[in-house]
């Protein structure tokens, strides 16, 4: 490819000297697998970005988008409607933890993190709460890139650009503890990390506090689980002191932890839930935010005649993302794809934890269909093991993520015993040949 059509486009989250001087490009894609222009064969073990959960390519997705496309292209949905708005988002809410069946729509897990953040402060405002405005999240969260998620997000090089970002934030603390190494799912140690929430209530007084968002696992930092009794400890402090939480489930959402969401396997539901990526495949943009009945109520039926919540995308209820939402659930429902993932979960388990004696694996985490495999950094070169490992990886046809010196594995959810036997070997190599 000529170096200029290389130059218009600035990458996102993208070393953009590095890779346009050595790009890595794939052009086609179908099932477990990607193509690159030369027609080399490159196994999905990211499943794209955590998002194409169904497999690549499924014609039904494709299908329904295509006949879509071509009856409606577009309708408004403020003030106007469409019916595959109002079928998507009852089939969202079929598959929701109980309770958290009304379904906002947005574009990305990052509009989804922000209207989640907004809908709690209106639902406080609408409570008679108005000084409830303070927002908590985590170290090391990820909540994507707009100034809310970002705000409450607690990964360090995402913020230092952009200045103080909003007030009236704070965050509880990470949960990477190193006496939970080498666990397998949840780790035993770090329960107590959620009391940092009794002392966040005491510093800043429970009434001025609206909302705690966390990822249930949390993905783009490097694949912290949390410790048993974690999540549950958080859900009841937040019940004690009037505060809503929200969990991020952009990544665990649609069956990546072997139920449709994480909150399910994990026991505890949310009073707002995020989604996007694995919402429609991938196939089309598109994201949500589920909230509970209560909040719905609260907000709408308090308000004076008129629109109700002051927010929305000019796309959000797209028809092309609802048809593909749809598509997306069915598939979803006939291949039973979370109970899928939960079969082959402890043969997935099994062979990532089978790395740990590579040279440099200093930590593997694994929830669901998700793994983390951190890597000691070269000294004074961090994140260059695990670069020099994904490169690696990729010239021998597997697709991996890293983040810092962690490699983080999310294969769609339809992989095999043939695929994650040649996802260890092809990702073993690359660990050992990457020593110095
Ligand atoms: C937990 C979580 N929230 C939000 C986002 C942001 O999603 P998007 O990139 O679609 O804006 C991500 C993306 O990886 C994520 O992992």
């Not at 193509?35 to 690549?56: M, S």
């Not at 999240?137 to 607690?154: D, K, P, T």
């Not at 997306?328 to 089978?354: G, Q």
């Amino acid at each position: 490819m000529p170096r200029n059509d290389l130059d218009a486009a600035w990458m996102p989250f993208t070393a953009n000297r590095s890779f346009k001087a050595a790009p890595r490009l794939l052009s086609r894609a179908d099932g477990m697998l990607y193509w690159t222009p030369e027609g080399r064969e490159v196994l999905d073990a990211t499943a794209g970005l955590w998002c194409v959960n169904a497999g690549h390519n499924r014609r039904q997705i494709t299908e329904a988008i295509t006949r879509t496309a071509t009856s409606l292209d577009f309708a408004p949905t403020f003030q106007m409607g469409h019916p595959l708005m109002f079928e998507a988002a009852s089939r969202i809410a079929g598959v929701t933890p109980p309770g958290l069946d009304r379904i906002f729509f947005t574009n990305s897990g990052s509009e989804s993190a922000d209207t989640a953040l907004k809908i709690a402060l209106a639902y406080h405002r609408a409570n008679g709460q108005p000084q409830r405005t303070m927002l908590i999240g985590r170290e090391r969260g990820y909540h994507g890139i707009n100034f809310g998620g970002l705000s409450v997000g607690g990964i360090g090089a995402n913020r230092k650009q952009f200045g103080p970002l909003l007030g009236n934030v704070d965050h509880l603390p990470h949960t990477h503890l190193p006496s939970n190494r080498f666990a397998r799912f949840q780790p035993e140690h770090g329960v107590e990390l959620a009391d940092a929430l009794t002392g966040l209530v005491q510093l800043h007084g429970a009434d001025s506090i609206a909302a705690v968002i966390v990822e249930p696992v949390a993905g783009s930092t490097g694949v912290l689980v949390p410790p048993v009794g974690y999540l549950e400890k958080l859900r009841a402090l937040c019940d004690e002191h009037g505060i809503l939480l929200i969990f991020d489930e952009v990544i665990t959402g649609f069956g990546r932890l072997g139920t449709p969401f994480a909150a399910e396997r994990f026991g505890v539901t949310p009073d707002l839930l995020t989604m996007a990526k694995g919402l429609t495949n991938a196939a089309v943009p598109m994201g949500a935010v589920a909230a509970s009945e209560a909040i719905y109520r609260t907000v709408v039926e308090n308000a004076p005649p008129g629109i109700e919540l002051f927010h929305g995308y000019t796309y959000s209820g797209h028809p092309l993302a609802c048809a593909a939402a749809i598509a997306t659930l069915d598939i979803h429902r006939d291949e039973e794809l979370p109970a899928r993932a939960r079969a082959i979960e402890p043969e997935w388990r099994e062979a990532v934890h089978s790395l740990r004696d590579r040279p440099g694996v200093v930590d593997i985490r694994d929830a669901g269909l998700i793994a983390g495999i951190e890597l000691e950094p070269f000294a004074g070169r961090p994140a260059e093991r695990a670069a020099r490992i994904m490169q690696h990886c990729f010239d021998n046809g597997l697709l991996i993520r890293t983040t810092a010196d962690t490699i983080a594995l999310s294969p769609p959810l339809i992989l095999e015993r043939t695929h994650i036997d040649r996802i260890v070997t092809t990702l073993g190599e690359a660990i050992s040949a990457a020593t110095a």
